[in-house]
């Protein structure tokens, strides 16, 4: 019976394993379904960036949000965004700091 459960629970997690692969890594008709995925990754940063401007971020805490290592999160921002997520971030700061200081009372609570 133990024999039995183990090959049961085994097949189920083959399963998900083989469906979580083709769902986020391979696609026959090309790369489409990663690079989705690459691509709703950066959004989930950029949000993050504008909900947290002014909190301290590091890239290392970002690209463990989204299960990236620095290097790759890096790389692959700058193709989508044509701009390092360290500088999107600094850019995405000035440019409110300057719509802050044009519209000051509009942005007081």
């Known amino acids: 019976m133990d024999n039995l ?4 629970l ?10 979580l692969f083709e769902r986020f890594f391979y ?4 790369q489409e379904s990663a ?3 690459v691509k709703t ?7 993050y960036f504008q909900a947290h401007l002014a909190n301290e971020i590091t890239i290392a ?3 463990d949000m989204v299960n990236f290592n620095v290097s790759f999160l890096s790389r692959e921002f700058k193709k989508v965004r044509g ?5 999107y971030l600094t850019q995405f ?10 519209e000051p009372a509009k942005h007081k609570d």
């Open 27 to 30: 696609n026959p008709q090309g």
């Open 41 to 47: 990754a950066i959004d989930v940063v950029v949000q």
């Open 93 to 102: 700061r000035i440019d409110k700091a300057k719509q802050l200081i044009v």
């Open 5 to 8: 459960a183990n090959l049961k």
């Open 61 to 63: 805490e970002i690209a």
């Open 35 to 37: 690079t989705n995925s």
């Open 10 to 19: 085994e097949y189920q997690l083959t399963r998900m394993i083989s469906f």
């Open 83 to 87: 701009i390092l997520p360290i500088e």
